[in-house]
């Protein structure tokens, strides 16, 4: 363990602290989200994590599971509200309105268990 060093403000001495280097590929939706979220309505949970470092790989973590689940759920919706090609083909803005119906409804789950929980 390295040896903490101080700086004098005035009459008081302040430890240097740093956090280490964390990778800074953008995050997406989701894990925006979650972050905002913390920030928020869990301080206490978003402090420990920034503190220990696992903020980052959290939310990235959250993120990716927020899209896998979009998209295994997304499927599932289309064929049981029987939106396929043909109706894509034949009626475009009943199926632009489906599918966004659908991918609100996917979403508000997601939204329920992993972002907002």
């Known amino acids: ?51 220990s470092e696992k903020l980052y790989p959290h939310l990235r973590e959250i993120d990716e599971a927020a899209n896998n689940r979009l998209e295994q759920m997304m499927p599932e919706l289309m064929k049981s509200a029987g939106v396929t090609e043909a109706l894509k083909a034949s009626d475009p803005m009943k199926w632009v309105g489906l599918m966004n119906t659908l991918k609100a409804q996917a979403e508000e789950t997601i939204l329920t268990e992993l972002v907002f929980s």
Do not use: C, F
Request: net charge positive; proline share 8%; glycine share 6%.
């Open 1 to 51: 363990m390295s040896e903490l060093t101080y700086t004098r403000s005035g009459d008081y001495l302040i430890p240097d602290l740093s956090l280490t280097e964390q990778p800074q590929a953008p995050l997406g939706k989701y894990g925006r989200m979650r972050k905002d979220y913390l920030k928020e309505h869990r301080p206490v949970l978003w402090n420990s994590l920034l503190l």
